[in-house]
């Protein structure tokens, strides 16, 4: 299998003047933060004053703060800035009081021990499912264990199965919005056959993926309700083709996700 890239990241997302409610200067915080989302080596004064679009004196004043603070660092060879270590306490606090983690992450270490495959729980974020537990097999990657990475809806299992209980017109919005650009060579990025997998994934009570995201990887989503059948994100458990035919993987492990899943739904 290959590294997978970090798609479907979240744009920085820009001040908006007109809210009298809205501060700017935990905005332009904010911004600062954001822009080490997708970058591949530490940033320079420069060039996170360019990702924000915000005047360079602007942004030494808020890494200045931002590392005072612990929020920003100086990169171990001192030739740019890095997210701080106070950015794990945050990571906690958010996994250890959002009630869906908590609620989940029994029924998934319980999935994970009958599976003994890679099981995933994804939260969606607009065009994006963000990893928020991520439970190995035996043969990850470094990239592959870590929570926050980010994958599109359009395209993955879990991404179809939650579009599966979406109204067609979301699922058009979804697919009209999505950047579909080819992750590898099997990537579905055809519109009609978007829907096809969707439709197929509403017949079935969960999504199949072969080689959308991760070259060599077949990967069931099964959503995650929330009151009133909303879809919230949604488990995910992987394979390697190397290893498995599709259909009996499916055969195997799609009763046991759906099964988890309703566990932690709440309807």
Not at 49 to 77: F, M, N, P, W
Not at 140 to 156: H, I, M
Not at 194 to 205: E, L, S
Request: net charge neutral.
């Amino acid at each position: 299998m290959v590294r997978r890239a970090a798609y479907g990241v979240r744009p920085v997302t820009s001040i908006d003047d007109s809210d009298p409610l809205f501060i700017q200067s935990i905005g332009r915080a904010a911004q600062v933060m954001a822009v080490f989302h997708d970058a591949a080596k530490p940033l320079t004064l420069n060039e996170i004053a360019t990702r924000c679009g915000i005047g360079k004196s602007a942004v030494q004043r808020v890494v200045h703060t931002l590392r005072h603070l612990g929020y920003v660092e100086r990169a171990e060879d001192d030739r740019g800035y890095v997210p701080g270590i106070r950015f794990l306490d945050n990571t906690l606090d958010y996994l250890r009081l959002n009630p869906l983690i908590a609620r989940a992450s029994p029924v998934l270490l319980e999935l994970r021990r009958n599976v003994r495959e890679r099981v995933d729980l994804s939260l969606r974020d607009g065009l994006r499912l963000v990893y928020a537990s991520r439970l190995q097999s035996k043969r990850e990657t470094f990239f592959a264990t870590l929570v926050g990475q980010s994958v599109p809806v359009y395209c993955t299992s879990g991404g179809m199965a939650v579009m599966a209980h979406l109204d067609d017109d979301e699922v058009d919005d979804i697919i009209e919005r999505s950047d579909r650009v080819p992750i590898t060579p099997r990537t579905i990025t055809e519109p009609d056959a978007i829907r096809r997998q969707v439709c197929q994934a509403r017949d079935n009570g969960y999504a199949l993926a072969l080689e959308q995201v991760l070259v060599g990887e077949v990967a069931i989503g099964v959503a995650i309700l929330g009151h009133g059948g909303r879809p919230l994100g949604a488990i995910h458990v992987a394979g390697s083709l190397a290893e498995w035919e599709a259909d009996v993987f499916c055969k195997r492990f799609a009763p046991l996700a759906v099964e988890a899943a309703g566990a932690i739904s709440r309807l």
